[in-house]
């Protein structure tokens, strides 16, 4: 099925509409063989040069959300470092392309963000090869649905803070001593950290955290000149969901 929009022309464009049937893929799932595909290339959006001369860097910017926003930054000016997981470099392979086709460089950076060691790793790369740090994206994260609270896991419960919180704040720490005035931390929630969801217990708890995360950062910043934001999505088709679902349940809508 799939729904009529406008585009910048007038004419009449077919977009996909969920459900997407069954697409069940083992974690953390690859955006290469999603299907519809993403969409991040954004013909429609005129860059304008907002970030010439910047450095960002972006956590799970191999794929979804965190692709299109290095991909974006890219096209703005900015030269873009992003993370990713050994099983993502397919994935990972692209963005580079994506960015190093915007004519910006591309750093792709390898590696478990549950690792203390990789965040601050990641952090001094970045200003090792790019030269500066003046963004930062924490974007990366980890989601398995749970029907009932008594089927989570300590081990999920722990793994999932790890990459969605913990992981936050030490990119942060890592970062901030080389972030200057007019740096920004942008940090992605999640429109459950607002309402709750009854299948993503772990997961909504890390998007809560991140928002109020969010909210004391930008206070404790605030003198340093330093902005301090939080996005909230709302529905994304990412490698995240089918990657989350059984394969008999991988039809469902996506979430994040």
């Known amino acids: 099925m799939s729904k009529s929009q406008k585009s910048g022309g007038g004419s009449a464009v077919q977009e996909p509409k969920p459900p997407f049937g069954n697409k069940h893929q083992p974690k953390p799932g690859e955006e290469s063989t999603l299907e519809p595909r993403p969409r991040y290339q954004a013909p429609q959006y005129k860059a304008a040069g907002k970030l010439e001369g910047k450095v960002a860097l972006v956590t799970g910017g191999d794929s979804g959300i965190g692709r299109a926003v290095a991909v974006m930054y890219a096209r703005e000016g900015a030269?873009?470092?992003?993370?990713?997981?050994?099983?993502?470099?397919?994935?990972?392979?692209?963005?580079?392309?994506?960015?190093?086709?915007?004519?910006?460089?591309?750093?792709?950076?390898?590696?478990?963000?549950?690792?203390?060691?990789?965040?601050?790793?990641?952090?001094?790369?970045?200003?090792?090869v790019l030269g500066r740090l003046d963004i930062v994206v924490n974007n990366a994260a980890y989601q398995q649905s749970r029907e009932e609270p008594e089927e989570l896991s300590d081990e999920q419960w722990d793994h999932t803070f790890q990459t969605n919180i913990y992981a936050y704040f030490r990119i942060v720490k890592a970062a901030l001593p080389h972030l200057s005035q007019g740096a920004a931390i942008i940090n992605t929630g999640s429109i459950t950290a607002l309402r709750g969801s009854e299948h993503l217990l772990d997961y909504s708890a890390t998007?809560?955290?991140?928002?109020?995360?969010?909210?004391?950062?930008?206070?404790?910043?605030?003198?340093?000149?330093?902005?301090?934001?939080?996005?909230a999505p709302g529905p994304v088709w990412t490698p995240l969901n089918p990657s989350d679902a059984p394969a008999e349940e991988a039809s469902l809508e996506p979430s994040i």
């Open 207 to 231: 998007k809560g955290a991140i928002l109020s995360f969010t909210r004391s950062l930008a206070r404790m910043v605030l003198d340093r000149g330093i902005r301090v934001n939080c996005v």
């Open 79 to 128: 030269d873009v470092a992003f993370t990713f997981l050994p099983q993502e470099k397919k994935d990972a392979e692209e963005t580079r392309r994506a960015i190093e086709g915007a004519g910006r460089r591309a750093l792709p950076l390898e590696g478990d963000l549950t690792h203390a060691s990789f965040c601050r790793g990641a952090v001094e790369t970045t200003l090792a």
